[in-house]
Nanobody, 126 residues
Framework: QLHLEESGGGLVQSGGSLRLSCVGS????????IGWFRQAPGKEREGVSC????????FYRDSVKGRFTISRDSVQNTVYLQMKNLEPEDTAVYYC???????????????????WGQGTQVTVSS
């Protein structure tokens, strides 16, 4: 059974940093595309950053480019989202997700991903 679990969220001041972790079980993140998504209150879930199964193809939404970095550690079977220079607009529940294994590089959109973690709250105060 494929399972993902996020951690690392919290409360941080504007300009601060957080690193989110997404630990996979029942599959290897080394051979899977993984995406980070977020959902703020009253808003739709949106793609933040995704990495393809090749580990090199990455996507970042415009508002996080230059501030967020996605990476993966095959030994820890974990995908990270390093977030710097956080802004109040980054406040949301952050989720990681994986597609079915045969989809190696799906678009970084919630509807393209099939397995989801429970989410971790990120709150950025001004």
């Amino acid at each position: 059974q494929l399972h993902l679990e996020e951690s690392g969220g919290g409360l941080v001041q504007s300009g601060g940093s957080l690193r989110l972790s997404c630990v996979g079980s029942g599959f290897s993140v080394e051979y899977s595309a993984i995406g980070w998504f977020r959902q703020a209150p009253g808003k739709e879930r949106e793609g933040v950053s995704c990495i393809g199964s090749d580990g090199e193809s990455t996507f970042y939404r415009d508002s996080v480019k230059g501030r967020f970095t996605i990476s993966r550690d095959s030994v820890q079977n974990t995908v990270y989202l390093q977030m710097k220079n956080l802004e109040p607009e980054d406040t949301a529940v952050y989720y990681c997700a994986a597609p079915y294994p045969w989809r190696t590089q799906p678009p970084c959109a919630p509807g393209e991903y099939d397995f989801w973690g429970q989410g971790t709250q990120v709150t950025v105060s001004s």
